[in-house]
């Protein structure tokens, strides 16, 4: 695992020659397809230092990052282009790459807080570097006070542990009576329930994404989104006691909240604004699935934060695609592509299918899991997973019956069809998505 890190960090000395942008790029792919022949190694903890480890989970997140990262750099061909900084680009897109990294292996509690705010700096510097207007400060702003101001309890949690454990080791943590208030279960998990983000503190998401570039929203999508699953994971085993008290109002928040989230969804105009709202309706499961505590909820909340972040980021490089033709992300402007971009029209289906979780991608086995737990909990929940799973499948028609059909733009005459980069860009988001249903223990049978 460390000698994985060191490759990353040698990366940056590379970030100072502009020219050797596609050498990035091919040997982050080279690191990430050697990073993949590692799997049968972590199936418990593998632990190489007081600080760093790995099992499962964490080797599969870390995964997702380096994938991500690197099909970052591909969708950003533009900036390369056009000279627009982009050797500090590299640098800031590897230096994320390395936090995220040190993030989902860090076996200690406090060097996972202090990566985990880390990982926030190069999201900053993306999107007010390269976002497109200049609201985008205020979404900074949003996403700033957000994520730091809900994660300050849960240092004070952190530092609660260590006086009462001794030890912040993630595998040591256990559930004890000395862990057993209100006021520390709260402090432990509303950082997570924000980063994910939960109904009613989601509203940092969408303005986040309509301002960032399309890498800010690919690695926002992608994986910054799962670090809150991923701490729910960690923090829970010490949290049994008040997790089965308080489950049932977080269960119900979440799903009703993304039912809420999907008819908002039907009202947009904005595709990324849609996209980046579909992505807080589908993370409200993943939150009900970890909320319920048992196995097929959480494994399957897993395999569901895998799928989103690769389809979620693949839709989200679909719609820069468009806007880098059309000069707008609006769906009155961008309507009746199929006329235009036929070959493009594929992959917008391939990838709406993905999102409404039509089979064999692995969003469907998230989604099944989820619905089984979910309705085993409790009965009731029946009756809110069927509107937030047919409102879920009438928004991504919705996006995707706009787009694609209807008359053309009359202020629009031509257009490219699209670059080999882009068709080999969709295809590296939509292959893994489709492929990983064949071997699913990676994402299902971890615990």
């Avoid at 705010?117 to 570097?129: H, M, N, R, V």
């Avoid at 971009?341 to 299918?353: D, E, I, N, Q």
Wanted: hydrophobic share 55%; net charge neutral.
């Amino acid at each position: 695992m460390l000698s994985f890190l060191c490759f990353l960090i040698f990366l940056i000395p590379l970030c100072g020659f502009s020219e050797l942008w596609w050498l990035i790029c091919s040997l982050l792919f080279f690191i990430s397809f050697v990073y993949m022949f590692f799997f049968p190694y972590f199936f418990c903890w593998s632990g190489l230092s007081y600080i760093f480890g790995c099992d499962l989970i964490s080797y599969g997140l870390i995964f997702l990052s380096l994938w991500i990262c690197v099909l970052m750099i591909l969708a950003s061909e533009s900036v390369f282009r056009l000279g627009y900084f982009s050797g500090f680009f590299l640098f800031v897109i590897i230096f994320l790459t390395i936090m995220l990294y040190c993030t989902f292996g860090s076996v200690s509690l406090l060097s996972f807080y202090v990566f985990f705010e880390s990982s926030l700096i190069p999201t900053l510097f993306l999107i007010l570097g390269w976002g497109y207007q200049p609201e985008r400060v205020q979404a900074g702003i949003y996403l700033l006070f957000y994520t730091l101001l809900a994660s300050l309890p849960l240092l004070v949690g952190i530092l609660f542990i260590y006086n009462s454990l001794g030890s912040l080791c993630l595998f040591l943590l256990f559930s004890s009576n000395l862990l057993s208030g209100g006021l520390f279960y709260v402090c432990m998990i509303f950082a997570f329930l924000v980063k994910m983000p939960m109904f009613m503190v989601h509203l940092w998401l969408p303005k986040a994404h309509v301002e960032a570039p399309v890498s800010g929203s690919m690695i926002l999508a992608g994986v910054l989104l799962k670090l809150g699953g991923y701490g729910l994971l960690r923090v829970f085993p010490m949290l049994f006691k008040f997790g089965f008290k308080f489950s049932v109002i977080w269960v119900s928040l979440s799903l009703v909240g993304g039912f809420f989230v999907s008819l908002i969804c039907m009202r947009q105009t904005d595709l990324k604004s849609l996209i980046a709202y579909s992505s807080v309706a589908h993370m409200s499961m993943v939150i009900g699935g970890i909320m319920t505590l048992n196995y097929w909820g959480v494994c399957s909340s897993f395999a569901l934060m895998v799928a989103h972040g690769l389809c979620s980021s693949g839709l989200f490089c679909l719609s820069n695609i468009s806007y880098e033709r059309f000069g707008s992300r609006s769906l009155l402007v961008n309507s009746g592509l199929i006329n235009l971009m036929p070959s493009m029209t594929m992959w917008w289906f391939l990838l709406s299918a993905c999102n409404m979780a039509a089979p064999p991608s692995l969003n469907l086995l998230g989604e099944i899991g989820l619905l089984s737990s979910l309705i085993s909990w409790s009965w009731c929940l029946m009756f809110v997973l069927v509107f937030l799973s047919f409102f879920s499948a009438a928004y991504t028609l919705y996006l995707y019956s706009y787009s694609q059909h209807g008359s053309i733009y009359s202020g629009f005459y031509s257009c490219s069809l699209g670059y080999v980069r882009e068709f080999l860009l969709l295809f590296l988001h939509w292959f893994p998505l489709n492929l990983i249903i064949l071997k699913v223990d990676v994402t299902v049978f971890w615990v």
